[in-house]
């Protein structure tokens, strides 16, 4: 290891039995941790969430049934295995329609993740729909997954003939995107405005609100919601959203799932980005014609043990309750935060460390004097610690170091985040 940290004296955090639990706060049902099996008895904290969650009991029996027990193909048959299983998921688009507030379920579409939701907006809407000389609006500071797909676009298009442009806006020092510089490019070339609703590194959200009514309807608004979905209520109709991604296994759902909203009025402009079996579209000699949403941008065969386990997900988080959920976070992140701050060479990125409003959604990073975020992490795991370090899939850190990113969950608690502070801060205090 490269550090110049001296090996601390006393043994590693993470011997012994496992730590206490205590809640953040009184709206969460005692004992949570138990449903989590990989948690239950663990002596390690995790705190990379904002990663991928932890699996509850219940998301893990959903999964081995599926697989243990009449397993079939949905939609493909007529028989009482596919049939269930058809009938399964359409209640699952129901029940992901009511959770991200959407008004009908056919603007729910899975995917195979966030990643894939994202590019689908962009060969499903924006090949078709943008033309000579449009722009879209971005962060460079975002995460690659709502940067790279507006580039390959920008590309494609350009082979063709189609030149678009790609704006880019700033964030703020609380981590949030920059509504007066997004406000000052808006242009009538605009056509989309993408933003991510809770950052994956920063832990700031934007909603746009403050810019809502002077976006003219032609310009579609995306959200990534990959880091909110799951962490707090989200209505991507209050938002005012045109697409909108979520990733199922940062919601307690197994990973290779996805979620794209596609608001009613851009179903006219949408074409198949995954044509094949399934695919909802009239196919002629001269190529697709109309389709039918949500099968238009569905086609193969899906994921159908994820998407049946993100049906056992949204339940388990609506029986927390995400108003509950989006509260025990805020209190672990201010917890966090104001014991991080006495420690000596330790300096915020942007995010609710630097906010005046005391949020707090789960996400905060940091780095440390003389010691590379790469090392620190090591040392943390050696204690116990899991955390993400590094420049967490954001290619352009704005002149921001590698970092260690530490987020939270309904499974992590006060007594985590008060041992990782001292752990921290005796680190801190032996650097030489």
């Known amino acids: 290891m490269g550090s110049p940290l001296r090996r601390p004296d006393h043994p590693p955090l993470s011997d012994g039995a496992p730590p206490p639990v205590r809640p953040a706060t009184g709206l969460l049902p005692p004992g949570i941790r138990a449903s989590f099996p990989a948690l239950a008895d663990s002596r390690e904290t995790y705190l990379d969430s904002a990663a991928t969650t932890q699996k509850p009991q219940a998301v893990i029996d959903t999964v081995r049934d599926y697989h243990a027990t009449a397993t079939a193909n949905a939609a493909r048959g007529t028989y009482p295995w596919a049939t269930a299983l058809t009938q399964r998921i359409a209640a699952v688009r129901a029940a992901t329609a009511r959770f991200v507030g959407a008004a009908r379920t056919d603007e729910i579409i899975f995917t195979g993740g966030a990643t894939a939701a994202l590019n689908a907006v962009a060969l499903s809407w924006g090949l078709t729909a943008l033309t000579d000389g449009d722009e879209i609006l971005y962060s460079p500071r975002d995460h690659a997954a709502n940067i790279s797909p507006w580039f390959l676009l920008r590309d494609t298009l350009a082979r063709f003939g189609r030149r678009i442009e790609l704006v880019p806006y700033r964030v703020t020092a609380a981590g949030q995107a920059d509504i007066a510089d997004i406000a000052a490019k808006l242009s009538p070339r605009t056509r989309l405005l993408t933003v991510t609703h809770l950052h994956h590194v920063f832990g700031a959200c934007t909603t746009l609100a403050e810019l809502r009514d002077r976006i003219p309807p032609r310009v579609r608004l995306c959200f990534d919601c990959s880091q909110s979905g ?45 044509p094949g079996g399934g695919t909802d579209a009239v196919l002629t000699a001269e ?12 086609g193969g065969t899906a994921n159908i043990p994820g998407i049946l386990s993100l049906g056992t997900a949204l339940e ?26 006495a420690v000596p060479g330790l300096t915020f990125l942007p995010g609710p460390a630097h906010a005046r409003d005391g949020s707090g959604y789960g996400i905060v990073s940091f780095t440390l004097d003389g010691i590379s975020a790469a090392d620190l992490g090591f040392v943390l795991a050696e204690y116990g610690f899991l955390v993400r370090t590094g420049a967490h899939c954001m290619p352009d850190t704005g002149g921001d170091p590698e970092s260690v990113r530490v987020s939270t969950h309904v499974y992590t608690c006060l007594d985590d985040i008060d041992r990782f502070v001292d752990c921290v801060r005796t680190l801190a205090e032996e650097l030489p």
């Open 230 to 274: 799951g962490h707090l209520p989200v209505d991507v109709t209050a938002l005012g959203a045109d697409f909108a991604a979520f990733a199922a296994h940062k919601m307690f759902a197994a990973p290779g799932t996805g979620i794209l909203y596609c608001r009613h009025r851009t179903h006219a402009q949408l074409r198949p980005f995954l």
């Open 287 to 298: 190529g697709f014609g109309t389709g039918v949403m949500p099968g238009l941008l569905e």
């Open 316 to 341: 388990v988080l609506e029986a927390y309750g995400m108003s509950a959920v989006a509260a025990h976070n805020r209190a672990l992140t201010r917890r966090l935060i104001n014991g991080l701050r």
